[in-house]
């Protein structure tokens, strides 16, 4: 049973195809700051036509239309959102793996308030609803969710043929086998019912608002992290020893190995939460290992 919490503030979703330079700093899509960078960084603008943008811009309205959120295409400035980056690849944030997305993500499986998320439309194909998938599974980390056992579900690793869409099931989490989601922080995940308790429904969707970080409950944000490879799909990471998930884009055979990052704070340091991890989408085979 979900205990009731307060709604989300961050429940502008604002896409993003102009591409973005990012600072190193706490996750906050109105400072352009990420915790998923070590130094300055520019993600390219995503070349994409007119009908494709409209296509996958439909696609997030629809995947989304069950909860309370805005979606935009315009920059909402300083008020609370989330922004999906479409554009680039991982090696433009400074990561070595071939991700198709990444996003921070809570080891408590706690909502990233003003969380920067990213769809990198360089390696992923160019289909419309794939990018789409790819994006609200970033989303959904940052709300919270973790991957899952459910093929038809946008929070999963495993192979569906046809469009995804969150799911109303209790399912275990994980990538191929059974495990609690996120640092044990429930046993199973009910994609639903945890957006509508953190989102609310399309009655609660919230008006545009000038609110900036002194109103706001503020956030503990995750370490940097290492992306994991899936479709659409997700990585981990603790402090300095990271749990590396690597998966295949449209659910093929994926690997998990322990890796470190270079940059990985200590948790408890400032911008970090202890047990904190990321996730990410994957576009190619990895090597076998």
């Known amino acids: ?26 996750n906050d899509s109105r400072a352009q700051t ?33 909860f309370g959120v805005t979606i935009t295409e315009d920059d909402p400035g300083d008020v609370p959102h989330i922004e999906v980056v479409l554009g680039g690849k991982a090696a433009d944030l ?13 080891g408590d499986c706690g909502v990233i308030e003003n969380s920067i998320v990213f769809a990198f439309t360089a390696v992923l194909p160019h289909v419309p609803r794939t990018i789409c998938e ?31 869409a969150f799911q109303d099931e209790d399912v275990a989490c994980g990538e191929s086998v059974a495990r609690p989601c996120g640092n044990s922080c429930r046993p199973t995940q009910n994609s639903v019912q945890i957006l509508r308790s953190r989102l609310g429904t399309p009655d609660d969707v919230p008006q ?29 990471t603790s402090g300095g020893s990271a749990s590396l998930a690597i998966g295949l884009l449209f659910g093929l055979p994926f690997r998990r190995a322990r890796g470190r990052r270079s940059r990985s704070r200590r948790p408890g340091s400032a911008g970090s939460e202890p ?5 990410c989408a994957s576009s190619s085979r990895p090597s076998s290992g």
């Open 208 to 236: 545009t608002r000038t609110e900036t970080s002194d109103h706001a409950t503020p956030a503990i944000e995750p370490d940097p992290v290492d992306p994991d490879l899936g479709e659409p799909a997700g990585c981990s």
């Open 94 to 106: 400074g990561m070595t793996v071939n991700a198709g997305g990444v996003s921070p993500f809570r």
């Open 134 to 164: 790819v994006a609200s599974q970033e989303l959904g980390h940052s709300f919270g969710l973790d991957h899952e056992l459910d093929a038809a579900d946008p929070m999963t690793y495993l192979a569906y043929h046809g469009p995804r």
């Open 34 to 66: 990420s915790s998923l960078v070590s130094h300055q960084v520019h993600v390219p603008a995503w070349s994409v036509s007119d009908t494709d943008w409209d296509a996958t811009v439909a696609c997030v309205r629809e995947v989304w239309s069950p």
């Open 275 to 279: 047990g904190a991890r990321g996730s």
């Open 1 to 26: 049973m979900l205990v009731a919490i307060a709604l989300a503030l961050s429940r502008l979703i604002y896409l993003d195809r102009d591409g973005a330079t990012l600072q190193p700093g706490v």
